[in-house]
Every structure is written in structure tokens, then in C-alpha cells.
């Protein structure tokens, strides 16, 4: 299983970027795909997430800017950041929520977290 963030780069203040994270592997279910993000020397913080059901819930300091949305096939995510300030400078993490998958024996496995590689977005002012 692996959620393959993509999308990540350099923009200039008030401009925009596109994120993409796409589950792969043995996958029944995911209850929540979304995006997280960290920049040096703070923590890590929601930026946004959707459930299997639609359901969008952002970070305060992103709402209003930033929109995800699932796509078709519904294990991948798109994260649209519109007019970006130089504080959304952070590595940003793809994360599923309750991603049941089978293992290679078949089993299978609930994972209550389940993390991708970063994207690094810098944003210039």
C-alpha cells in the first residue's frame, strides 16, 4: 500500500498549486484521505480532509483558500491552494484515515493512520 503524493513545488504569493495523492495496493476501504502539513519548528497540522462521503473539513488558516476534493477512482485526492501566502511554506504529508487494506498473506489489516511521503511547497514573497 502506498499513498504517492505529487504536485509539490515553488510559487509565488497569491498564486496557486495543485496537490495529488493517490492510494495504491490492496485496498477495501478508506474512511478519510486529506493533507497535513509541517513546516521547520512547528508541529504538524491539518490542512484538509474528505471523507468517503464528501464530508471537507480544513485547517482555520487555510479555509477559504484551499479546496480539496476526492477524484475517480475515489482512492485519490486533490488539494487546489489558491492564493497562497508564504506561511503555507511546509512539507506536506498525504494521509488515510481507517485505510483497510490485505497484506501479502491476504489478511486484513486496518491501519487507523496511514502516511505518505512529503511535498515540499514553498511559497515566495
Known amino acids: 500500500v502506498q499513498l504517492q503524493a505529487s504536485g509539490g513545488g515553488q510559487v509565488q504569493a497569491g498564486g496557486s498549486l495543485r496537490l495529488s495523492c493517490a492510494a495504491s495496493g490492496r485496498i477495501f476501504t478508506i474512511n478519510a484521505l486529506g493533507w497535513y502539513r509541517q513546516a521547520p519548528g512547528k508541529e504538524r497540522e491539518l490542512v484538509a480532509r474528505?471523507?468517503?462521503?464528501?464530508?471537507?473539513s480544513y485547517g482555520d488558516s487555510v479555509n477559504g483558500r484551499f479546496t480539496i476534493s476526492r477524484g475517480v477512482p475515489k482512492n485519490t485526492a486533490y488539494l487546489q491552494m489558491n492564493n497562497v501566502k508564504p506561511e503555507d511554506t511546509a512539507v506536506y504529508y498525504c494521509?488515510?484515515?481507517?485505510?483497510?487494506?490485505?497484506?501479502?498473506?491476504?489478511?486484513?489489516?486496518?491501519?487507523?493512520?496511514?502516511w505518505g511521503q512529503g511535498a515540499q511547497v514553498t511559497v515566495s514573497s
Open positions: 474528505i471523507t468517503s462521503g464528501g464530508a471537507t
Open positions: 494521509h488515510a484515515d481507517q485505510l483497510g487494506y490485505y497484506n501479502d498473506r491476504g489478511d486484513p489489516i486496518n491501519a487507523r493512520d496511514y
